[in-house]
């Protein structure tokens, strides 16, 4: 079985905030009372993407909190991917851990993450079990979606571990990845302000030959449950992103869209015959939004 090398950081977690005060202290005091590894063998990396005076806050309270032991950035909010780049550049592990301020660890699961990154030259990328968010830990690759069926399929696939690479991708909410590997495809498209970019880097591992997987062995806890509805600046982010997306690589993103609209429009049909008008009038304001948003970028 390989070693896993102590003489310098072998991991660098990587959290990117924004507006996220009131999560980070918990988030990086889970990741110190549960690091099994040494302690010269894990860095800490906070990105931040608040505005300045968000910034100095955060910065303050990482130094009350946690001394010197965490290495902080301020960074202008260019997106999910060029701020986790930012953290990237910065990092001197041979692995990294891209995380969201959101996610607890609730065991040690560092060295059993780094023994595959070991054993296994050619895995590039390993997700997590996420435990928050009904329990999903991998999705379907935006290309491979009709809607009606996704999420139903997904949370079946899901409670019985049926991870597939060549189909899907993890929760960017905790990715563990080989450094060197992410280099190689040139780390995050930094095109894409956010969303997509899980599945667009799996994509890129995939074409050079490397190996994705989901290990339910590693879980973690994300705090998503209870989210607000999308505001009207991310649904236009994620809209245009998946544009991107399906452009980048020669897919039928009508098609998407007009998959996306019609499983609305049934699911609405579907809640109105059953009388949970509630629901009903939800799906056709979100297909209403998909409408709005596809008249204002032909403009």
């Known amino acids: 079985m390989g ?25 990086i005091s889970s990741l110190l009372e549960h690091n099994d590894l040494p302690e010269d063998a894990l860095e800490i990396i906070v990105v931040d993407n608040s505005a300045a005076a968000e910034g100095v806050r955060m910065k303050q309270l990482l130094h009350s909190k946690f001394g010197t032991t965490i290495m902080f950035i301020k960074n202008e909010n260019n997106g999910y991917g ?36 070991v054993n296994e030259s050619q ?21 491979y979606e009709f809607h009606l ?3 139903p399929l997904m949370l079946l696939l899901n409670k019985l571990n049926l991870f597939s690479a060549s189909f899907m991708f993890p929760s960017g909410a905790f990715l563990l990845i080989r450094k060197k590997a992410f280099e190689e495809i040139s780390e995050f498209d930094e095109n894409i302000f956010m ?50 997306y399906f452009a980048k690589y020669n897919l039928n993103f009508q098609r998407f869209i007009w998959q996306k609209k019609l499983s609305l429009r049934i699911l609405s ?5 059953i009388g949970v008008n509630e629901k009903s ?19």
């Open 82 to 117: 060029q701020g986790n780049n930012v953290g990237l550049k910065a990092a001197s592990g041979k692995n990294v851990l891209i995380m969201n301020p959101d996610v607890l660890l609730v065991e040690p699961i560092f060295s059993a993450g780094l023994r595959r990154m």
């Open 3 to 27: 070693q896993i090398n102590t003489t310098g950081p072998d991991l660098s977690v990587i959290i990117l905030t924004y507006n996220s005060l009131d999560l980070i202290e918990g988030c």
């Open 149 to 151: 069926f996704t999420t």
């Open 195 to 244: 969303y997509c970019e899980e599945a667009d880097i799996c994509r890129r591992f995939i074409k050079r030959g490397y190996k994705i997987d989901v290990d339910y062995g590693m879980p973690y806890k994300h705090l998503i449950d209870g989210r607000e509805e999308m505001s009207d600046f991310s649904f236009a982010e994620a809209y245009k992103a998946t544009r991107y």
């Open 123 to 143: 895995l590039a990328l390993l997700g997590g079990r996420q435990l928050g968010g009904r329990d999903i830990s991998f999705y379907l690759r935006p290309e």
């Open 281 to 299: 009038d939800a799906y056709t304001a979100e297909k209403l939004r998909f409408v709005q948003i596809q008249e204002q970028t032909k403009k």
């Open 269 to 273: 049909m579907i809640y109105r015959i």
